[in-house]
């Protein structure tokens, strides 16, 4: 089992600000919410190690950006780094037989990160992430004279996450307790006690927030990184009948027949309602409007499409475009579709420029083809905030 120790206990006053760097708002979140959410699909345990004054304002910026927190454990963090982790590593069940140390200030580290340095451990026992050095790197004395200059291609630039064998690490801390040696990051205790430490690539932009001016260059990445994408697709069927309205996109169509459903059975609509829901993984229509509700009889899927836009909306996520396609043997829809598209387009709040309606019939073929029922598809591609 994976543990996961995120070390929050250090002063920050490099940063200058009169709280904990970890609780400073990167473009909107805590960056601890963001270390923190980064590990937690990887840790069976997650330790967070802080300052026990600190303890019940991380608690709180952590559950209000939606993290559930039982599955955190708290530790005491120590007088400097070293003795952080070693609590940290006291607070971990003895079941977590791996484990990933990681400075809770570097918040953008990414998921490509973490499984590298996680695959290094399974395969060597360590791993541990870095990047090679751009910089040439000058040893100097005390009066900033140049000692020497080490040859830059064998240099790297260390991050965390570092991970390693839980029982490993724990050897290498009692061992540097015993020599009273101190490190400024677990791999040099390995290495204090003559254990190979075994490198993985690192991320640039897993940058150690430490002064003013890194929490502007990780909210410029922040900016500048890709939104969260997500692609959902809806398939309906409704069955035509005598007797009741044709409704395609909130749009009321003359015909002889009109589809049959405990709603208006707006066949289109429902299409595009499931793929928004399925772009999040949130089900379907039928689990959030289920037909033996009376109150859903006979409602327009105009209103229901406002709650899911709404339900999006509470996932801080949005459509950005939407493409349906209607198989319907008859009646012709296309002087009926600029009228569909004001629809839908208004309903999303989109431009109508992002909103597609097409309509096909299967030339006479299948259940559309005989006029049994229609048909509708549809795709929409969802923003996550
Ligand atoms: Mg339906």
Partial sequence: MWGAIVLAGGSGQRMGADCNKVLLPLAGEPVICRSVRAFLPFA???VLVCRAIERDAIRKALESSGIDIASICFAEGGADRQASVWNGLQALPE??????????????????????VMTSVEQYGTGVAAIPAT????????????????????????QTPQGFLTSLLVEAHQRALQDDYRGTDDASLLEHMGHPVKLVDGSKRNIKLTTPEDMKMAASLLESSVPDFRVGHGFDVHRLTEGRDLILCGVNIPHTL???GHSDADVALHALMDAMLGALALGDIGQHFPDTDPKYKGISSMMLLEHVVQLLDSHG?????????????????APFIPAMRTNVAGALGLPEQRVSVKATTTEHLGFEGREEGISATAVCMVMVK
């Fill in 44 to 46: 069976d345990v997650l």
């Fill in 95 to 116: 079941v977590c037989d791996r484990v990933l140390v990681h400075d809770g200030a570097r918040c953008l580290v990414d998921s490509a990160t973490i499984r590298r």
């Fill in 135 to 158: 910089d040439t790197i000058k040893v100097v004395n005390t009066d900033a004279y140049v000692l020497s200059t080490p040859f830059r291609a064998s240099l790297r630039a260390v």
């Fill in 258 to 260: 009109g589809l049959l």
């Fill in 317 to 333: 996520a949005r459509v950005t475009n939407a493409d349906i396609t209607i198989a319907a043997q008859k009646p012709k829809l």
